[in-house]
């Protein structure tokens, strides 16, 4: 399912526009995204979870060249699918 199979979904679910319906995904995506920029874990019980994981600088290697390379500290997001999710896909 993709964003636009979404605000579908929501807009025959709801019996709200399609506008609405759009404006509606843009808020949740919007507001998770804010979340996780502050560093906040977002949880949405019983489907999943995201978070931010730190990671510190290292040394690496260029593929290509073998050469050293100092790769700087980073931040990235992770999803964690909840007990009730993995038990719906594994059925």
């Known amino acids: 399912m993709n ?15 399609k506008n609405e319906a759009a404006r509606v995904v843009q808020i949740f995506f919007d507001s998770m995204a804010e979340a996780m ?23 690496g290697r260029n593929p290509k060249t073998g050469e050293k390379v100092t790769i700087k500290p980073k931040r990235l997001p ?9 038990e719906r896909v594994d059925y």
């Open 3 to 17: 964003k636009l199979e979404l605000i579908s979904a929501l807009k025959n679910e709801a019996g709200i526009s």
């Open 37 to 59: 920029a502050r560093g906040e874990r977002v949880e949405i019980r019983g489907l999943c979870s995201f978070f931010v994981k730190n990671y510190k600088s290292y040394v």
């Open 78 to 86: 992770f999803f964690k699918a909840g007990k009730e999710l993995k």
